[in-house]
T-cell receptor, first 111, second 115 residues
Framework: DVKVTQSSRYLVKRTGEKVFLECVQDMDHENMFWYRQDPGLGLRLIYFSYDVKMKEKGDIPEGYSVSREKKERFSLILESASTNQTSMYLC??????????FGDGTRLSIL | DQQVKQNSPSLSVQEGRISILNCDYTNSMFDYFLWYKKYPAEGPTFLISISSIKDKNEDGRFTVFLNKSAKHLSLHIVPSQPGDSAVYFCAARSLNNNAGNMLTFGGGTRLMVKP
């Protein structure tokens, strides 16, 4: 069974802080994704990675960066957190061209 | 501009009846469509999918219908059960040279099945 683990379920940070969200998958998937979920807007893609050290911007990359140094781990970085980045963050992984498997999410509040 | 839209934010259905969730899209390049189900405090889980070359796919109580000319798909749940109460997301795939798949999600529909 696929397991996608996000390091924190809930996180509270202050504006201007640098925030790291971690995601680990145990199925040797090539692809990993970061989304944010907001009411009425569904899931919007921030960044994705199709291989180690490779990344591509999604629909809303502004204010975020990512890191993939190992195949199983994909990190989302908020360089300088702002209140409009308060959201639910979801990580997903998949083999190439297959349905994505999601973690349980991190609810991030920026005060 | 949302390329995938779920126009009903919520739907309430009696147990045992049919639930119909709808989804519209605008991009003709989408080649594959998926439905995900999400319970509170959990991540979305894949439910059912359909290729653009088909018009129907069935899996147990769940059937997805695709009308390409209308750019519309729907998810039918028959019979509906209280455990089906969740948020349902429609997603459409466009091909990406590197990842093979990129998903665009609709805004979600909250389904409530009353006992």
């Amino acid at each position: 069974d696929v397991k996608v683990t996000q390091s924190s379920r809930y996180l509270v940070k202050r504006t201007g802080e640098k925030v790291f969200l971690e995601c680990v998958q145990d199925m040797d998937h090539e692809n990993m994704f970061w989304y944010r979920q907001d009411p009425g807007l569904g899931l919007r893609l921030i960044y994705f990675s199709y291989d180690v050290k490779m990344k591509e911007k999604g629909d809303i990359p502004e204010g975020y960066s990512v890191s993939r140094e190992k195949k199983e781990r994909f990190s989302l970085i908020l360089e300088s957190a702002s209140t409009n980045q308060t959201s639910m963050y979801l990580c997903a992984s998949s083999p190439r061209a297959q349905p994505q498997h999601f973690g349980d999410g991190t609810r991030l509040s920026i005060l | 501009d949302q390329q995938v839209k779920q126009n009903s934010p919520s739907l309430s259905v009696q147990e045992g009846r049919i639930s119909i969730l709808n989804c519209d899209y605008t991009n003709s390049m989408f080649d594959y469509f998926l439905w995900y189900k999400k319970y509170p405090a959990e991540g979305p889980t894949f439910l059912i999918s359909i290729s653009s070359i088909k018009d129907k796919n069935e899996d147990g109580r769940f059937t997805v219908f695709l009308n390409k000319s209308a750019k519309h798909l729907s998810l039918h749940i028959v019979p509906s059960q209280p455990g089906d109460s969740a948020v349902y997301f429609c997603a459409a795939r466009s091909l990406n040279n590197n990842a093979g798949n990129m998903l665009t999600f609709g805004g979600g529909t909250r389904l409530m099945v009353k006992p």
